[in-house]
C-alpha cells in the first residue's frame, strides 16, 4: 500500500519571512564587504583587532537573525506537509537555534573547521528530533565522527594529492593537469555526496528506522554520470539531473523494522517534466531579480512532496499497535495451539 505525502504550501504562505532573511542577508554582506576593506586599510594592531571583532559581531548578528527567520520558515512550511492525511509539526524554538548555530560556528572558528562535521550534525539533530509527526519525534542518529571520517579520507586526502600531483603534471603539460583536476574533482563531488546522503538518513521513528540502502559502487556511478552530463551541457542538464538523483535515492531510503524491511521510498515523476518545470521556475526568479523566490521554492516542495510516497506492507500509523496485536495472537496460540481447533469443531 501507498503512504502519500501531501504538501499545499504556496509563497503566500512565507514570502513575508523569506524577504524579510532575503533583505538581511544582502545587508550582512555589505557590512562585511565594509568590515574587510577597513581591516585592509587598518595600520595598529588596535583597528585590526576592532575590525576583526566587528566582523565576527556582524556573524553573530547574521546567525541570531537568520536562525529566528529559518524557525519560522520550516514552521509554516511543515504545517502544510502530512503524510496519510496526517501533519508535520516543527516543535524547536528560536533560542535553541540560535545556540546550535552560534555556538556551533565559533567552535568551528576556533578549531579552524576541524569542529565541522560535528556542526552539521548538531544542525542537522535540530532539525531532525524537532520534527514531530503523529505526536512523536524522530531522532537523528548520525555521528559527527562517521562524516569526518568521510570528509577526511574521501575529500581532504584526495584533494590533497590532486593538488601534489597537479603540480607534477603542469611541468609537463598543464592541459594534462586541468582534464586531471577537474576529473579528480568531479569523482570526489560524487563520492562526498554518496556517504554524506547515507550519513543524513540515519533516523529513528517509534523503532523503525530509516536509513539509505544504496550501494556504494552503482550510486557513486550514477551521480558521476549526472555531474559530468551537467558540465558537458554547461549546466542546463541541472533540473533533469535534480529530478533524476532525487527519484533514484528516494527509492533507496528503506524503513526496517526488527532488522526487517517495513518499507521504501518511491518518487514518481518524469524526467522531462521535471526539466520543464525546474527551468520555468528558474526563468520566472531570474525575470523577476528573485521576488519571486518564495514562490518558486513552495511550489518545487510541493512538486516533488507530492509525487513522494512509501510503499509499505503495514499501514504505517497504527503499526505499533497492529504489530503488538499480532505478537500477543501468536503467543495466545502457542500457548493453546488447539484453541482454535475446538471452536470449529463446536461450529
Not at 7 to 31: A, D, E, R, V
Not at 181 to 196: K, N
Amino acid at each position: 500500500m501507498k503512504e502519500k505525502f501531501s504538501c499545499s504550501l504556496n509563497g503566500n504562505m512565507w514570502w513575508k519571512p523569506y524577504i524579510c532573511m532575503l533583505l538581511f542577508n544582502i545587508f550582512f554582506q555589505f557590512i562585511m564587504q565594509r568590515s574587510e576593506s577597513y581591516l585592509e586599510l587598518a595600520i595598529s594592531m588596535n583597528d585590526i583587532i576592532r575590525d576583526l571583532l566587528l566582523m565576527l559581531a556582524s556573524l553573530v548578528l547574521m546567525l541570531i537573525v537568520q536562525s529566528a527567520l529559518m524557525v519560522a520558515l520550516v514552521k509554516i512550511a511543515l504545517s502544510a506537509i502530512s503524510l496519510s492525511g496526517i501533519p508535520f509539526r516543527f516543535t524547536g524554538t528560536i533560542g535553541k537555534a540560535i545556540e546550535t548555530y552560534t555556538l556551533g560556528i565559533i567552535f568551528v572558528i576556533i578549531t579552524f573547521g576541524i569542529y565541522t562535521p560535528w556542526y552539521i550534525r548538531r544542525v542537522t539533530a535540530f532539525w531532525v528530533d524537532n520534527t514531530e509527526f503523529d505526536g512523536e519525534r524522530p531522532v537523528f542518529l548520525g555521528r559527527g565522527g562517521s562524516l569526518f571520517k568521510y570528509i577526511l579520507l574521501f575529500g581532504f586526502i584526495p584533494i590533497f594529492v590532486c593538488a601534489f600531483l597537479g603540480g607534477l603534471l603542469s611541468l609537463y603539460s598543464e592541459i594534462v593537469m586541468y582534464v586531471v583536476i577537474i576529473g579528480a574533482v568531479i569523482l570526489i563531488a560524487a563520492v562526498l555526496s554518496y556517504f554524506y546522503i547515507v550519513w543524513m538518513f540515519n533516523i529513528e521513528w517509534r523503532g523503525i528506522r530509516i536509513k539509505c540502502d544504496a550501494v556504494a559502487g552503482p550510486a557513486v556511478n550514477f551521480l558521476l554520470g549526472q555531474i559530468v552530463l551537467c558540465v558537458i551541457t554547461i549546466g542546463i542538464y541541472i533540473p533533469a539531473m535534480m529530478g533524476k538523483v532525487y527519484r533514484y535515492f528516494a527509492s533507496c531510503i528503506v524503513l526496517e523494522k526488527d532488522g526487517r524491511e517495513y518499507g521504501r521510498g518511491r518518487l514518481d515523476c518524469d524526467t522531462w517534466q521535471v526539466f520543464k518545470f525546474l527551468w520555468k521556475t528558474m526563468l520566472l526568479m531570474i525575470v523577476t531579480l528573485g521576488i519571486y523566490t518564495p514562490w518558486a521554492y513552495a511550489n518545487i516542495l510541493r512538486y516533488f512532496l507530492n509525487n513522494l510516497y512509501i510503499e509499505t506492507g503495514t499501514p504505517l500509523i497504527g503499526a505499533e499497535e497492529k504489530l503488538l496485536t499480532a505478537d500477543i495472537s501468536q503467543e495466545e496460540n502457542r500457548g493453546n495451539p488447539e484453541g482454535s481447533g475446538r471452536e470449529e469443531n463446536q461450529e
